[in-house]
């Protein structure tokens, strides 16, 4: 019998939901993608997914503030919600309360669910508080409404590789964080700690004409998300190092510290950025509607018939293909 550790994390998805038979006739998705997909009216879909938090393995309460865990609480399960091309309409919260948290703690995380609630519009409908002997946990399942839905699968030998915003800085502000360097590094700590879901960024792709061929939110490293969308639409990609998008204060922290910028980028997580493909004749479009909307847009690379493999082409003109595993695995 197989060991968890031996799985990995999405070896287990796959183990544990091989063995459930069931599945509605109505379904338009179910395991395997960031959110669960069925119709609820003609034209429009309902797409559903959870976001469990973890003390100690998400966050440290002692580096973050109650408002600043409730509003990443939220954007990260709103975020898996813009990954489908959704708007999210409702929420559920879950807390897993230790003796250590206290009434005005909650009070004042829930102040940071209020703050993204009321910007994104998303009311908190409900969901159940229970003891936890040893660590506070928080579990958000969101409800959001389509009318084109984006998945993992669909990509083609063709597609151009687009990424929203930049790349890395959370992981550079998670590093900063954990050797206690606040200083100046406010932005990068922030992204870190406070992550903006590209809902705004989601909508500008459903509404257009443009043909979306794949899409996933990058939480768990570029690399590896990107394979999430190679092995679903059993295809490769190739990217390139000169065109991986970076923040002003990113370049200068890593160029002023000697840090290699480059596993950051393509391993950190928790950018929660979109990753998305779309054919040649797509492209036009959609620069022309992330301008109007000053929105960051940036073409990484392309969609390759080799299946499963990523290659980097690097400055230098060398290519190399990327490993599987060195984005986040929780076991």
Request: charged content about 25%.
């Amino acid at each position: 019998m197989s060991k968890i550790k031996e799985l990995g994390e999405f070896g287990l998805i796959h183990h544990l939901s091989s063995r459930l038979k069931f599945r509605a006739s109505d379904s338009v998705l179910g395991i395997g993608d960031d959110c669960a997909v069925y119709p609820v009216k003609s034209g429009v879909y309902e797409v559903i997914s959870t976001d469990a938090m973890v003390e100690g393995i998400h966050f440290k309460l002692s580096t973050t503030t109650p408002e600043a865990l409730g509003r990443k609480a939220l954007s990260v399960s709103l975020s898996d919600i813009a990954a489908m091309g959704g708007t999210p309409k409702r929420a559920l919260v879950t807390l897993g309360i230790s003796k250590k948290i206290s009434v005005s703690f909650l009070d004042r995380m829930y102040a940071g669910f209020n703050e993204i609630s009321n910007q994104f519009k998303v009311e908190i409908v409900g969901g159940d508080t229970v003891s936890s002997p040893k660590c506070f946990f928080i579990n958000v399942s969101v409800i959001g409404e389509a009318k084109r839905v984006f998945t993992r699968r669909g990509a083609r030998p063709g597609d151009h590789i687009f990424v929203t915003g930049t790349l890395g800085d959370s992981s550079l502000g998670l590093k900063l964080l954990n050797k206690k360097k606040k200083g100046d590094h406010k932005f990068l700590i922030e992204r870190h700690l406070d992550p903006t879901p590209r809902v705004h960024e989601t909508g500008i792709l459903a509404r257009s004409r443009i043909n979306i061929t794949s899409m996933i939110d990058i939480s768990d490293g570029l690399v590896q998300d990107l394979y999430h969308i190679c092995k679903a639409s059993k295809i490769g990609a190739r990217i390139y190092e000169d065109r991986l998008p970076q923040s002003l204060e990113f370049s200068r922290i890593c160029s002023g510290n000697s840090i290699s910028p480059l596993p950051l980028i393509l391993n950190g997580g928790e950018d929660y950025e979109l990753l998305f493909t779309l054919p040649a004749d797509g492209v036009k479009n959609l620069n022309r509607q992330f301008l109007k909307a000053k929105a960051i847009v940036t073409q990484i690379g392309e969609i390759v018939l080799k299946p499963r493999k990523i290659s980097l082409e690097m400055r230098d003109g060398t290519t190399k293909t990327l490993p599987q595993s060195e984005g986040f695995n929780h076991f």
